[in-house]
Nanobody, 122 residues
């Protein structure tokens, strides 16, 4: 089992920055290579993947709307993945969840955190 806890959300103004953290725990997580993704759920919209990072940080992905503004990183020694969000826009508002999956082809995101709310006012 893997337990994920997000933190760092809040209410900010457009143009501000936030850094989200995703702390992982569990015996399985410490012994298996996991990729981690950040997803957001905006009101009335489908959940979308915002960014992801491979187990060793060598490979990252960003959805087009956040490229150049968001940066995903990880510190495996701390079992923590970060999402640095700069130049925030009102359309970035939503509940942000982190999720992890084994670093194998086709493996689904099996473990999810409870989410942290990000609200960006104009």
């Amino acid at each position: 089992q893997v337990h994920l806890v997000e933190s760092g959300g809040g209410l900010v103004q457009a143009g501000d920055s936030l850094r989200l953290s995703c702390a992982a725990s569990g015996r399985t997580f410490s012994s298996t290579y996991y990729a981690v993704g950040w997803f957001r759920q905006a009101p009335g919209k489908e959940r979308e993947m915002v960014a992801s990072i491979s187990w060793n940080g060598a490979s990252t992905y960003y959805t087009d709307s956040v490229k150049g503004r968001f940066t995903i990183s990880r510190d495996n020694a701390k079992n923590t993945v970060y999402l640095q969000m700069n130049s925030l826009k009102p359309e970035d508002t939503g509940v942000y969840h982190c999720a992890c999956r084994p670093q194998t082809v086709g493996a689904p995101y099996d473990y999810w955190g409870q989410g942290t709310q990000v609200t960006v006012s104009s």
